[in-house]
């Protein structure tokens, strides 16, 4: 069995020994299981052993971190001693991002934004129940994307003409569910966030709601990155005010469960048609000071189209942090694994490298695809047939790896070109790339020069890795099936 | 001669003929001058000529546009009867973006950002000087992008320790240049506007400074987007503004020359060391109630490391609008660029179409450099030699083409791998790529398979069109001197 894993944090020029990540895993919360050998193959490294342990994943699904997340460090888990329930608002028309597609219903990568934020309070176990509002024409349009992403504890709720009116409707949702039968528990603590931040990360959630449970309700804030200004009837200045004395309102916010329904049932039509702050109802009609948290800058709302492409390069970053090598027993392909594999270090936080004959135990490919990892490349030195790469599709759709994100699968093959039929084998590829990519399995193939020169080998493992990054990065459907060469 | 334009809006579906792009040519400023003829060699199409005409460009530089602008369309340049010079703070030390690299200075498809407002401001013709200040330990940096990028009426002044003492900075060296025999003139009205808010637009500059002329001061406003809050001293809401009633204030910002540098003489220590709103200090020093100004949602600042993914994909964006596709005279190749053309039409806004024999005369192309395409797609039939992408990459050499976007150059073979002698001419291929890439010149290779079978074919330019989308929109330098297959 050949396994290795190593973790370098991006850009950083510290570079951990094989012995220190052996010593102080980064992934601290997992314990270590085997204690596993990769075995390089390169001229003057054949034969050298690097030891190093994989670990065990916690029960918890940790596929997919948040989409925001700081990469693949498992999050300690603290449970909230109150129940805890969220209502995600997605009634807007998204007026502002220019397009006629409601901004919480675009695609990022392929799958709409709003999914990914039900995604991020989904993996949160204490989360018992997640009501999303959307408007009455989009029910149906909701509840199959729950369906098709497999979202669980999550219900659609009607929505009204305004937000006001739309968290409302969730929370009554909540509140008379004893009296539709449904299975919704009314919480201690309700999270109200925003379908269009999908970044929200489980620390500031845990931290709104503990601020809840103490104060009866509780909001992110952020500071102001332009001055604000108030303009005299006449459309000029008339004050501006100090930045450093207030704070922009932010979500998610959390409260009393009674508290925020009993302040909607009180609030006027004036309060429920013009208002959008739900702090200032719980102030208004409570008299509860709600307790402001300074969250991190990923809590930011799209809604510009310029926030599309942003949130579209924050996810597209977060999913390239990892990459498995699998290689076979042969020795050019295990030099190149290991070359490969080395180079990749520096430009990715954790490159995990396989040998091929683990794929037969699936449990460990599981593993790997918990811990976060969508890109494999997968180093075959046959043209004949690509039967690694067959085998690592066939995984991969077992699993269902590819249900939230496309999966980058990089077939190499060692001087491609050099086969007499590789005009048949680039066509058998092209085809099995359509293939695949309707399961949401990006496949690209790269054609390594192998060298015994080992100054000319890193030079192309160099190049190698660029374009692996580069697929990896942009992940996009239009190279699918093209073979590139290094 | 052979020569076709088109126009179509980006995704709609509304196909404008030829006839009536010819009738209404979408860049209105431009005065009609060639009647040239396309000469379709398709089967069924041969013959079939489509008439079409060229347009004068104005003497204006229209190279770039803005790099937020609107796509080609030649602003109409409306000129204040005023004389305006601008100042351009760039000392922040983009802490808020998490990195080592002040934000102004990060690179975007790279050039560094300050470098894309600079040019914002520069390719206005009605503003005479531009200040950028920065840090002391910036100048030489900032000369050196000036004297790199070929920035004219751009001088660098050394900032302060604030923004406020920058700002003060910058207006001193044009107050002061009589004294330093310097070429700055004093100008009846200064723009002050953020160095890294490239994507302003002559609109809002203009309107601005015909404010500043009536009011003596005025500055862009936006909507705000999150409701702004006051806390109280044990950090819970306070209070929260009506976020009807307030407005946030953006760049750009107009004065009167004497009305912003006295209020900058006159203001306290305080005022200089932690305020930051310019129109703060006219209405206290001035008495001036500065006009508000709605401003475009492109004028935000750039301000987190989102910000600058999001800068990255709308600069890519606006340079991916227009695309130039090249043939020669052969049969074959005629009618892949035909079909290539009509195919591309649906994808960007503007496909001109080109015979290489017009290359020969260089002007032709100058005229299509300067209406802001950077993206030629080549079509070649011959693999011996790629003279045409050999004279392409000359003549945008001389003509400093790529001096602020690099140039996406897409050489189109057919059938590339039927020739005996295609791994050289790949190779040789790949070197040339290299090679022209250190030009700013991003050159990719495409195979065609050319068939007879229209449907097929057809099939064909539909799979060539979404690679080379993907290749300009994306304008990745790992991929040069790649050889895709469609």
Redesign the interface.
């Known amino acids: 069995m050949v396994f290795a894993t190593h973790s370098q944090a991006w850009g950083s020029k510290v570079r951990r020994s094989a012995a220190a990540a052996r010593d102080k895993p980064l992934l601290r919360p997992w314990r270590a299981r085997n204690n596993l050998f990769f075995r390089g193959g390169g001229e003057g490294r054949k034969g050298a052993t690097i030891r190093i342990s994989t670990m065990e994943l916690p029960v918890t699904d940790l596929r997919e971190g948040s989409c925001g997340g700081k990469g693949s460090e498992a999050p300690r888990e603290r449970r909230p001693p109150v129940s805890v329930a969220a209502v995600l608002p997605a009634g807007g028309s998204g007026e502002?991002l220019g397009g006629c597609t409601p901004k919480q219903f675009c695609a990022l990568l392929g799958r709409p934004l709003v999914s990914y934020t039900v995604r991020a309070m989904e993996r949160i176990s204490w989360i018992s129940d997640i009501v999303v509002v959307v408007s009455p024409e989009n029910v149906e349009v909701m509840k199959s994307i729950i369906k098709k992403y497999g979202h669980k504890r999550t219900t659609v709720a009607e929505g009204g003409m305004t937000r006001h009116r739309s968290i409302f409707n969730g929370l009554k949702k909540i509140a008379e569910s004893h009296l539709l039968s449904s299975p919704l528990q009314k919480p201690e603590v309700v999270i109200i966030h925003d379908a269009v931040r999908p970044f929200v990360e489980e620390d500031i959630l845990f931290k709104v709601v503990m601020a809840a449970k103490e104060?009866g309700?509780a909001?992110a804030?952020?500071p102001?990155?332009?001055?604000?200004?108030?303009?005299?009837a006449d459309?000029?200045?008339?004050?501006?005010?100090d930045?450093?004395?207030?704070?922009?309102?932010?979500m998610p916010q959390a409260f009393l469960f009674d508290i925020i329904h009993q302040a909607y049932h009180q609030c006027s039509d004036y309060d429920l048609d013009?208002g959008?702050?739900c702090?200032?109802l719980a102030?208004k009609y409570n008299k509860t000071?709600?307790?402001?948290i300074e969250g991190p800058?990923?809590l930011?709302?799209v809604?510009?189209k310029?926030?599309l492409?942003?949130?579209?390069?924050?996810i597209k970053d977060n999913i390239s942090q990892q990459v498995c090598v699998l290689t076979n027993m042969k020795e050019d392909a295990v030099q190149v694994g290991f070359l490969l594999h080395e180079t990749l270090k520096s430009h990715v936080k954790l490159v995990k490298a396989i040998s091929t004959s683990l794929c037969k135990n699936e449990s460990h490919l599981q593993n790997i695809l918990l811990g976060q990892c969508y890109n494999f490349i997968c180093i075959n030195d046959n043209l004949s047939n690509f039967q690694e790469t067959h085998q690592l599709v066939e995984i991969l759709e077992n699993t269902n790896a590819s249900l939230l994100y496309s999966v980058v699968l990089i077939s190499v093959y060692l001087d491609f070109?050099e086969n007499v039929s590789f005009?048949s084998a680039?066509q058998r590829f092209?085809k099995f790339a359509k293939e695949v990519e309707k399961k949401n399995i990006l496949l690209y193939g790269l054609s390594i020069h192998y060298q015994k020169d080992n100054l000319k080998l890193q030079e192309t493992m160099d190049s190698a890795a660029?374009?692996i990054?580069?697929l990896i990065r942009?992940r996009?459907p239009?190279?699918v099936g093209?073979?590139?060469?290094a």
């Open positions: 502002r104060h309700a909001g804030i952020c102001l990155v332009s001055t604000v200004i108030a303009s005299s459309g000029c200045l008339d004050h501006s005010l930045r450093a004395k207030y704070r922009a309102s932010e013009y959008t702050e702090l200032h102030l000071n709600a307790k402001l800058p990923d930011w709302k809604t510009y310029r926030d492409y942003a949130a579209d390069s924050l070109f005009i680039m092209t660029a374009l990054m580069a942009d996009n239009a190279y093209q073979l590139l060469v």
